[in-house]
């Protein structure tokens, strides 16, 4: 029985756990100084962001002082967040998505988030997984032209056009996009959309969420919001996914008077649920 245990506590190992940071969890601090946190908690992997919950781009910081900072900080930029309502193309939406996967490109940027439309509007099924191809085969151009890699987020919610990964995983096969595109997989949209299939050789990405519920930072007893956090981590390990995990925090972190503290507890926590094999 121990030697069998050990066998199992073993087997959780094999792919080492590579935490990244969303500057969505600390948005009052400029790009350069985020840079410098994540040097400081000892993170190789960040995701900046161009929307009003960073500094980045909204700022106007050229690419190349990101790049800079970045490689003094020791730390890859794993992507630029994010072409939003990506699957709706317009003539606009090309303009933006060349924009914003030029500014990646110039920052040393790895990957652009694609984010689906999401605000109820939604389509027959068809004509949203038409849209849904037609942006792809788009897209796919634009990002290989300038080495970068599209990450697809479905989300969970009724409001999305794009909820599961088995239809984005669909659609990249039918645009012939496998060398461009790669799946994030969110645990709590995950679990929202009630998904039960997982796409370890297509995730590029894993989003580690709080589920707006700050306590899963200090109580390791608590399910977070009811997303299985461990359990689909252990999936995604078992599965052969050996990319980062990105803790992906909402707006109630922001209090946190001990960031780093309360960060370096988290990871804690994952590593303690995957070794227990309990739900976090």
């Not at 993170?43 to 700022?59: E, F, G, H, M, W």
């Not at 940027?109 to 689906?116: D, E, F, S």
């Not at 050789?201 to 009811?226: A, E, K, Y």
């Amino acid at each position: 029985m121990a030697a069998a245990l050990m066998k199992e506590r073993q087997s959780v190992r094999v792919a080492p756990l590579r935490f990244a940071l969303d500057h969505m969890a600390t948005p009052g601090l400029d790009v350069m100084t985020f840079l410098a946190l994540a040097r400081d908690l000892g993170l190789t992997d960040v995701q900046v962001r161009t929307d009003p919950c960073s500094k980045a781009v909204a700022r106007g910081k050229p690419s190349a002082d990101v790049r800079a900072a970045a490689a003094e900080a020791g730390v890859t930029i794993i992507s630029v967040n994010a072409l939003q309502r990506f699957d709706e193309w317009t003539h606009a939406r090309k303009a933006e998505a060349s924009k914003l996967a030029d500014y990646a490109a110039a920052c040393g940027a790895q990957a652009l988030m694609l984010v689906p439309v999401n605000d109820g509007s939604r389509s027959a099924n068809a004509e949203r997984q038409g849209n849904l191809r037609v942006a792809l085969k788009a897209l796919k151009p634009i990002l290989q032209s300038r080495g970068l890699v599209g990450l697809i987020e479905p989300l969970g919610f009724q409001t999305s056009s794009l909820r599961s990964k088995k239809e984005a995983a669909i659609a990249i096969a039918s645009v012939d996009g496998q060398s461009a595109f790669r799946l994030v997989h969110d645990t709590f949209h995950h679990t929202l959309a009630r998904e039960t299939s997982f796409f370890c050789d297509l995730t590029g990405l894993v989003h580690i969420s709080s589920i707006n519920d700050p306590t899963f930072w200090i109580r390791p007893d608590r399910i977070l919001g009811g997303s299985d956090n461990c359990s689909q981590i252990r999936t995604l390990l078992d599965g052969g996914y050996s990319g980062p995990f990105s803790f992906e925090l909402v707006e109630e972190v922001h209090a946190l008077n001990d960031f780093a503290g309360a960060f370096a507890s988290s990871i804690d926590l994952i590593r303690r649920g995957l070794l227990r094999r309990v739900p976090v």
